[in-house]
């Protein structure tokens, strides 16, 4: 026992503090690493332990700040080192981690530990094939090191590889069976992969493991969606913001399974979540206040700007005349493939293409949350169809492109935007429209991004012309969709274009279709003009193909019945209809 008298034994004490601060008795450890700090305030050990201490606590920027002064004091040692990476890792500051992992790296170049963390530093930084070589190095080492295994895993997956992704996964829940990360991240890969039974499944060995592990439940919740099990995965949604309010992930994908249901007014107030989810950019600050319905607009100037994909400015468009009504004026800013497009459209007194100055406004509203503004419900939709048309010019522009009018004209469009989250499940490769192809019509392809898969089989297509490469923007795409007599497309911009101008548009969906297509029926308020094709199991392309070619041939046939296409009279017609 110590008398009162006697020295302060500051080895005896940072030992003391290490034992509690291993048993995590952290605030014991802190009080005694600070009474040495205070009899020597540049002790390296101290600085270094206590800053590991604030790091455990989750105080991270005085972790930064004590192990920072501990390196400078001695930067020799590759566990401080490895300690400040760590905490500017937790910082989100990742290319200084990297730094710091590389000088103790540097020092200790056989460590397992700091390798390890390097490749999670990498990881971060989105260099997935640096970080993948990195989990390798530790594999090397330690053959069953779980961490590096999931890690690894989860690499394979950012870098296109589910199916090796799930093995490495396997092999990491086999020597950790009861991780959690194991079988989240393998609930990822099996997601990528399209099974979503087994990614159910991994999520709940996860969320047995870690009952509070909220992306468990959010892709649990996803997977659930994408077998169409809406409410079971609203109830997954429901139990991740239990544990954690503000979690705009849950609360996103919440909005889109309730507007697949139909439950606009819930489902539209928690698609104001969306600004708020993982990898969303900070928003634009538009100096002025956010409209939501809250008052009337009248001798108002509203913005109205874009936010999502083409096909969403498209959709949501339809608002502006009927703001243009209330008395507000409408400044509508769009992408830059739309401005010219837009420029037709009744309602919006001047189009801004986005990124440019905008002309003074008194409110702004994101155009997604115009449906939340008006209310509006599966039976108040605004369907005042066509809003948007084709110009004369165009027209003359493009008639001749497309070819003679000797048979009914069909557009073609099979794939959307490839980074899109579900491209996987909407969009078709070319060859499966070879049975479609041999319908007798003339075939119009207004794909305009052609995938290096489709070229050859589109190049030798000899029944199909081939325009979208030539389709400066969505003017030239609406003069072509006005010239044909029927539209095909995936769910993609041209869908929505189609329906816009109130053409005959047949939408081919994915058995989980977006939200806006709802779960069942051949039509959708949104586009009255619109047949839907359903898929009626995952992934049955073939069997909606069958469908659609047994309906194009009647088609075909109503319309040689209607007329012998001698020139050009039927699609100067069907431009306003």
């Avoid at 895993?153 to 194991?182: C, M, N, T, W, Y």
Wanted: with cysteine; charged share 20%; glycine share 8%.
């Amino acid at each position: 026992m110590k008398t009162p008298n006697a020295p302060f034994n500051i080895g005896q004490s940072l030992s003391e503090a290490l034992a509690m601060q291993r048993q995590g008795r952290l605030r014991e450890a802190e009080k005694i690493y600070l009474r040495v700090l205070k009899a020597a305030p540049n002790n390296f050990d101290a600085l270094n332990l206590l800053g590991t201490v604030k790091a455990q606590l989750g105080h991270l920027g005085e972790a930064h700040r004590l192990i920072s002064a501990a390196v400078k004091i001695n930067p020799g040692v590759a566990d401080a080192w490895t300690n400040l990476g760590q905490v500017l890792h937790g910082l989100k500051r990742d290319a200084e981690a990297l730094e710091c992992f590389d000088k103790a790296r540097a020092l200790a170049p056989d460590d397992v530990g700091i390798l390890n963390h390097r490749a999670n530093a990498l990881f971060s930084l989105g260099r997935f094939d640096e970080a993948l070589a990195g989990f390798r190095q530790v594999l090397a080492r330690v053959p069953h090191h779980a961490e590096a295994l999931i890690n690894s895993g989860s690499a394979l997956l950012k870098l296109g590889f589910p199916e090796q992704a799930v093995a490495e996964l396997d092999r990491a829940g086999a020597i950790a069976p009861g991780h959690p990360g194991a079988h989240y991240n393998r609930g990822i890969a099996l997601n990528a992969l399209g099974r979503y039974a087994d990614a159910i499944a991994a999520n709940e060995r996860a969320l047995a493991a870690a009952p509070e592990h909220l992306g468990a439940w959010l892709n649990r919740g996803k997977a659930l969606a994408a077998l169409n099990r809406h409410n079971e995965a609203i109830t997954s949604y429901d139990r991740a913001t239990a544990i954690r309010k503000d979690y705009a992930d849950a609360h996103f994908n919440k909005a889109l399974a309730l507007l697949t249901l139909g439950a606009y007014r819930r489902g539209f107030e928690e698609y104001e979540w969306r600004w708020r989810r993982t990898g969303m950019p900070a928003q634009r600050s538009r100096g002025r206040p956010l409209w939501l319905g809250e008052f009337s607009l009248a001798r108002k100037t509203v913005l109205l700007h874009a936010e999502q994909g083409l096909g969403d400015t498209i959709q949501f468009a339809r608002y502006v005349p009927l703001l243009a009504k209330t008395g507000a004026k409408v400044v509508l800013e769009v992408q830059p493939q739309l401005t010219t497009l837009m420029a037709r459209l009744d309602g919006a007194a001047e189009i801004v293409t986005s990124g440019d100055a905008s002309p003074p406004f008194d409110v702004h509203c994101p155009l997604g949350s115009l449906p939340l503004a008006f209310k509006t419900e599966p039976a108040t939709v605004p369907a005042q169809i066509p809003y948007l048309t084709a110009g004369e010019a165009d027209l003359a522009k493009w008639s001749a492109a497309i070819g003679a009018r000797d048979q009914p004209r069909i557009a073609l469009a099979w794939s959307g935007n490839a980074s899109h989250d579900n491209d996987r499940n909407r969009s078709i490769a070319f060859s499966r429209l070879a049975s479609l192809c041999s319908v007798p019509a003339r075939f119009v392809s207004i794909q305009r991004e052609v995938r290096d898969a489709d070229a050859a089989p589109l190049a030798g297509e000899s029944r199909v012309t081939h325009v979208g490469g030539k389709l400066e923007n969505f003017t030239d795409t609406a003069a072509v969709i006005a010239l044909c007599d029927l539209v095909i497309s995936v769910d993609t911009a041209v869908a929505h274009l189609a329906g816009a101008m109130g053409r005959p548009v047949w939408v081919l969906l994915p058995f989980q279709p977006d939200w806006r297509w709802t779960l069942e029926g051949e039509t959708t308020p949104w586009y009255p003009t619109a047949r839907l094709f359903r898929q009626k199991t995952l992934g049955d392309w073939g069997g909606v193909i069958e469908r659609v070619v047994a309906e194009l041939r009647r088609f075909i046939a109503a319309s040689n019945g209607q007329s012998a296409y001698g020139g050009e009279t039927l699609g100067r017609q069907s431009v306003g209809s």
